[in-house]
């Protein structure tokens, strides 16, 4: 039987939130960030947001809006970005534009193919045609990425965007200063990174890459990008090696896993071979958390692969980054949950998890703005921030990073002892993560044998949880009893209220099969629950013809001890939490209204922000 505690009122959540942690805090934060560092941000008219300013906004500082060159700002400051500009051609096509190539000292064959990329570069831009010179580069379609990364190898030589390394290395040390100049320990934490962009044939296997080193510890590297080489087993050998060389702590986080083909969870890695222990290992030790949900779209799960979740169906985004249209083809690799289940299988067969990762949210804005607010959404790109703008360039049978194809998502949340570069990576780690769609849910979940329920009298869960496993961490089996699981979360008092907390459980049975279940436990008002043991829908207060909504059918914190009644000790199970908010207007609805006139966005009027929690896996004996 589900027990559950609901406290209503923004006050008891204001007192909440600060008594979570005993000596872990819960920090807000972006790892996705583009400037005008980044050639696709540059060739969309991100002329004037750089690292500096992208700190800054973040920071909760006024800057201008690189497209309708409004003040902007955002409400609620974050604790941490971190800027992750791609590292291929890092600063180049600014640079090109503004300044020119250096071509200096080499011979006439590249200096003429470097003044043609120069021409073309300034040409698109200065007609209004960056976006399309932009998709004009991007990689043929292919079915899977191993097919398509003998070819490209052979032709990424033939890119027009060329490889500078004087240029990247000048764009380089510029973020790294920046970072210096707008990092406050304990107040701020201005992080070093950058993005592997890694797309053969259309399948999305980026990685954002952070790091703890200073700003000028950083100087000795340029970041490796796909340019450097295009299997990620590399990247991870140079993390190693860099580690090695620098003393600092770095991590590779994926994204955008939605839009891989199936490639970024598979079962074989890019050199086409079964994935082993070694592989595993190593991946493991590298890419400890993975991005859920950002601006083009969610990766958690689809409806095709979870039909029986009726929530699985939120922010779809079915556009590969690729030369042309092709039909989108949800697999098992793209999402997060078939993923993990593929990661106990995969243990099963050679000792050791691949895909054992806690999860965040971020943007990938390339803005430079890290804002993630329905009522505060700056476009992905500086040339769709405004509505009148998303009325043209895109369709649901064409390449679209545009307009309301987007999803105004996603945050990190990371429990950390402090906030520092130091802090943030080592609660990363250890998995201790959470991530939203863009609202500050407040969110614990724990798991134990013995807690005692008394825990749920108090608006905090942090009354002596020492012997607690909390979300990211395993717990082992203790005899055949059920682990008890521990879940609070608490409304952001700008956002919706909460309509429920679930618990999403995955699990391989004695056949090796996955599978998957989502049980409520615990919700907004006890009239929900219908005799035959379901909840109904919370209600839909949201105004079509005004965009307003009432908060009045939410809870403001929702606290559960549960047990999973379906326990069996020698399965082994991963579980996580995802909270639901009542129902609010999409950005697509607020432009929709802004523009006065009969539009089809193509896009939902309303959503269910969320969050969801790392999981904790049950270890059997």
């Known amino acids: 039987m589900v027990k559950k505690k609901i406290i209503s009122g923004v006050v008891a959540l204001l007192i909440a939130l600060p008594a979570l942690a005993s000596e872990k805090q819960v920090y807000w934060g972006d790892t996705h960030l583009h400037t005008n560092r980044s050639f696709d941000a540059f060739t969309n008219r991100n002329f004037s947001v750089g690292p500096d300013e992208a700190?800054?906004?973040?920071?909760?500082?006024?800057?201008?809006?690189?497209?309708?060159?409004?003040?902007?700002?955002?409400?609620?400051?974050?604790?941490?970005?971190?800027?992750?500009?791609?590292?291929?051609?890092?600063?180049?096509?600014?640079?090109?534009?503004?300044?020119?190539?250096?071509?200096?000292?080499?011979?006439?064959?590249?200096?003429?193919?470097?003044?043609?990329?120069?021409?073309?570069?300034?040409?698109?831009?200065?007609?209004?045609?960056?976006?399309?010179f932009f998709y004009s580069q991007l990689p043929a379609p292919y079915d899977t990425p191993q097919e398509a990364v003998s070819e490209w190898e052979k032709n990424i030589g033939t890119s027009v965007f060329p490889k500078t390394p004087v240029i990247e290395d000048k764009a380089w040390s510029d973020i790294a200063d920046a970072a210096e100049?707008?990092?406050?320990?304990?107040?701020?934490?201005?992080?070093?990174?950058?993005?592997?962009?890694?797309?053969?044939?259309?399948?999305?296997?980026?990685?954002?890459?952070?790091?703890?080193?200073?700003?000028?510890?950083?100087?000795?590297?340029?970041?490796?990008?796909?340019?450097?080489?295009?299997?990620?087993?590399?990247?991870?050998?140079?993390?190693?090696?860099?580690?090695?060389?620098?003393?600092?702590?770095?991590?590779?986080?994926?994204?955008?896993?939605?839009?891989?083909?199936?490639?970024?969870?598979?079962?074989?890695?890019?050199?086409?071979?079964?994935?082993?222990?070694?592989?595993?290992?190593?991946?493991?030790?590298?890419?400890?958390?993975?991005?859920?949900?950002?601006?083009?779209?969610?990766?958690?799960?689809?409806?095709?692969?979870?039909?029986?979740?009726?929530?699985?169906?939120?922010?779809?985004?079915?556009?590969?980054?690729?030369?042309?249209?092709?039909?989108?083809?949800?697999?098992?690799?793209?999402?997060?949950?078939?993923?993990?289940?593929?990661?106990?299988?995969?243990?099963?067969?050679?000792?050791?998890?691949?895909?054992?990762?806690?999860?965040?949210?971020?943007?990938?804005?390339?803005?430079?703005?890290?804002?993630?607010?329905?009522?505060?959404?700056?476009?992905?790109?500086?040339?769709?921030?405004?509505?009148?703008?998303?009325?043209?360039?895109?369709?649901?049978?064409?390449?679209?990073?545009?307009?309301?194809?987007?999803?105004?998502?996603?945050?990190?949340?990371?429990?950390?002892?402090?906030?520092?570069?130091?802090?943030?990576?080592?609660?990363?780690?250890r998995r201790e993560t959470y991530a939203?769609?863009?609202?500050?849910?407040?969110?614990?979940?724990?798991?134990?044998?013995?807690?005692?329920?008394?825990?749920?009298?108090?608006?905090?869960?942090?009354?002596?949880l020492s012997d607690a496993v909390p979300m990211g961490g395993e717990i082992a089996a203790e005899g055949t009893s059920a682990p008890t699981f521990l879940v609070q979360a608490m409304a952001d008092p700008k956002s919706g209220t909460l309509d429920r907390i679930q618990i999403v459980k995955g699990w391989v049975n004695e056949e090796g099969e996955a599978r998957e279940q989502v049980f409520d436990v615990a919700w907004s008002s006890d009239d929900r629950l219908r005799p035959d043991g379901t909840l109904g829908a919370v209600a839909n207060t949201v105004d079509l013809e005004t965009g307003s909504w009432s908060n009045a059918h939410g809870a403001a914190t929702l606290m559960a001890q549960w047990q999973d009644p379906r326990f069996d000790p020698t399965e082994s199970a991963f579980y996580y939490v995802r909270v639901l908010e009542v129902p609010t207007p999409r950005h697509s609805l607020l432009d929709k209204l802004a523009l006065g006139d009969d539009v089809e966005t193509r896009r939902p009027d309303v959503i269910q922000e969320r969050a969801y929690s790392s999981p904790i896996w049950y270890r059997p004996n």
Not at 78 to 84: E, W
Not at 319 to 332: D, L, N, R, V
Not at 362 to 367: E, K, M, Q, V
Not at 441 to 457: E, K, Q, T
Request: proline residues 6%.
């Open 181 to 429: 100049a707008n990092n406050m320990p304990g107040e701020f934490s201005a992080i070093l990174g950058w993005e592997y962009s890694l797309i053969p044939g259309g399948a999305n296997l980026h990685r954002v890459v952070m790091t703890d080193l200073d700003g000028e510890s950083v100087k000795v590297f340029q970041p490796f990008g796909s340019d450097d080489s295009m299997y990620p087993e590399d990247l991870w050998a140079w993390l190693d090696e860099t580690s090695r060389q620098t003393g600092g702590n770095f991590i590779a986080i994926p994204h955008n896993s939605n839009i891989s083909k199936g490639a970024m969870f598979d079962t074989i890695t890019m050199r086409n071979e079964p994935i082993g222990p070694e592989y595993a290992e190593i991946r493991r030790r590298w890419e400890p958390i993975v991005e859920i949900t950002q601006y083009k779209g969610d990766s958690e799960t689809h409806p095709s692969l979870s039909p029986e979740d009726p929530f699985a169906d939120f922010e779809d985004y079915p556009f590969y980054i690729q030369k042309g249209w092709t039909e989108y083809k949800p697999e098992k690799g793209d999402f997060i949950r078939s993923a993990l289940l593929r990661g106990m299988q995969l243990e099963q067969e050679i000792g050791i998890n691949p895909y054992q990762f806690g999860v965040i949210g971020s943007t990938d804005a390339h803005t430079g703005l890290a804002a993630a607010e329905e009522n505060n959404f700056h476009g992905k790109f500086a040339t769709d921030s405004m509505p009148s703008a998303k009325l043209e360039g895109w369709s649901d049978n064409a390449n679209s990073s545009f307009g309301w194809a987007m999803g105004a998502q996603g945050l990190a949340a990371v429990w950390a002892e402090e906030n520092t570069r130091e802090g943030i990576l080592a609660a990363m780690k």
């Open 55 to 132: 700190y800054r906004f973040a920071r909760g500082l006024p800057v201008e809006h690189p497209g309708h060159k409004a003040r902007v700002q955002l409400e609620t400051p974050l604790d941490f970005l971190v800027v992750s500009d791609h590292a291929e051609f890092l600063g180049a096509v600014r640079h090109a534009y503004n300044e020119g190539l250096p071509t200096n000292d080499m011979g006439w064959v590249r200096k003429i193919k470097l003044l043609y990329s120069q021409y073309l570069i300034r040409d698109a831009i200065k007609t209004g045609n960056g976006r399309e």
């Open 436 to 464: 939203t769609t863009g609202p500050r849910i407040g969110l614990r979940f724990y798991a134990g044998y013995d807690l005692d329920s008394a825990l749920l009298a108090s608006s905090s869960l942090s009354t002596d």
